[in-house]
């Protein structure tokens, strides 16, 4: 058996549900480890959930949190040893309490890198501590998986080795949601156009921008799902403006019926936070899914592979720049063309990467003893 962790509730997590899904129809047994953060009690079959309430996007003051999260890990896996052949752990926050747990009990260990803390440069002391840790985390774990080939530059060279790369693809039989098709369609009798956005309410991703713009003009009407930090305004500006409907948290398939039935997907991810530049988005691959243009920032390499490959629309970070793209610029045949690039990209380059993904590599993976 394998234990998969992830440090969310992992409701959904579209990348995990990779795995799972393979796992699943391949007959094979896993169990997932998931902290559960809020105050819902969630049951999943083959999840064990770490309950204790607290937010995201907090930084520090979440310290005494993880810590508690490292010793449910450790202790669970030390004590169930003999249930379990190999170890999944999904990031840093994971993989630390993870691994130290192999030192006694000598298992296989996978280091799946989501999203990496490290930074080529890291400031302060904390930050270059925990960069170095996982970067020595990379360099000992028996099997690596990123989510980008162009991310191994996040790692220190001297730290560097093999990898296997699963871009954050969707991997999900979508069903059309009928109730969402006609609630889009109703919203279309009142505004010119619909944007939508899933995903997390993180600092940085211009949600503060997009948010103004929306409630400031009434032609257009933002559908937005998800959880984090800014949750509370995302909240309080849905409830001031009819144009800004506030979905709350929501399944995967919910969440591409959504971006589907759009006219395009928000995507900024704002130079502020550093490991921007690196980010590997689930958006732009549900994009390219879902024949559907992208709007996000430049300076970025997601910005780079858009223009590249022409499937959106790249601005600069900030109120001023949204404003203008969408009063000025905005053209519905543009958008239109790109959402047909999208979908010959989807096709030619990543249709069937995940399936072949899971059974070329991953189960080799599961079959190491």
């Known amino acids: ?35 559960n953060r809020g105050k819902e009690n969630i049951k999943k079959a083959n999840f064990t959930y770490f309950n204790l309430q607290t937010g995201y996007g907090l930084a520090y003051k979440n310290i005494p949190y993880k ?33 130290y747990s192999t030192i006694f009990t000598r298992k296989k260990i996978v280091f799946d890198v989501f ?23 990379f360099k000992k774990t028996d099997f690596a998986i990123i989510c980008e080939k162009y991310r191994i530059n996040q790692v220190n060279p001297k730290y560097r080795r093999e990898f296997f790369v ?47 713009f929306v409630s400031q003009n009434e032609d257009f009407c933002l559908n937005i799902a998800g959880y984090g930090y800014l949750e509370n305004l995302v909240f309080e500006i849905s409830e001031k403006y009819d144009n800004v409907i506030y979905w709350g948290k929501v ?3 919910t969440g591409l019926n959504m971006m589907k039935n759009s006219d395009m997907i928000i995507a900024f991810y704002y130079c502020q936070d550093d490991d921007h530049f690196y980010a590997a988005p689930n958006k732009y691959y549900e994009g390219l899914f879902l024949g559907k243009a992208i709007l996000t920032n430049n300076d970025t390499l997601l910005a780079q592979n858009t223009i590249k490959h022409d499937t959106g629309f790249v601005i600069q970070e900030g109120l001023p720049s949204i404003s203008t793209f969408f009063l ?11 959402n047909k690039n999208t979908k010959a990209i989807w096709q030619t380059a990543f249709e069937n990467y995940t399936e072949k993904f899971m059974t070329e590599i991953y189960q080799k993976i599961l079959d190491e003893k």
């Open 1 to 35: 058996m394998v234990i998969l962790i992830r440090s969310n509730e992992a409701n959904p997590d579209p990348r995990l549900q990779k795995y799972i899904n393979y796992l699943e129809s391949s007959h094979q047994n896993y169990k997932v480890l998931a902290w």
């Open 67 to 99: 810590i508690a999260w490292f010793i449910f890990i450790f202790i669970y896996l030390i004590r169930n040893r003999k249930s379990y052949s190999l170890i999944h752990a999904c990031d840093f926050d994971t993989m630390l309490p993870a691994y």
């Open 115 to 137: 999203d990496w803390f490290s930074n080529p440069q890291p400031k302060g002391f904390i930050k270059c501590t925990i960069n170095r840790i996982e970067n020595i985390l």
């Open 166 to 212: 699963l871009p954050n693809i969707p991997s999900i039989q979508l069903k059309d949601d009928q109730d969402i098709y006609k609630k889009v369609n109703s919203q279309r009798l009142n505004y010119k156009y619909i944007l939508s956005y899933v995903g997390v309410f993180d600092q940085f991703r211009g949600l503060e921008d997009i948010l103004k």
């Open 251 to 253: 399944d995967y398939n």
């Open 328 to 338: 000025n610029q905005f053209n519905i045949d543009d958008v239109q063309q790109k």
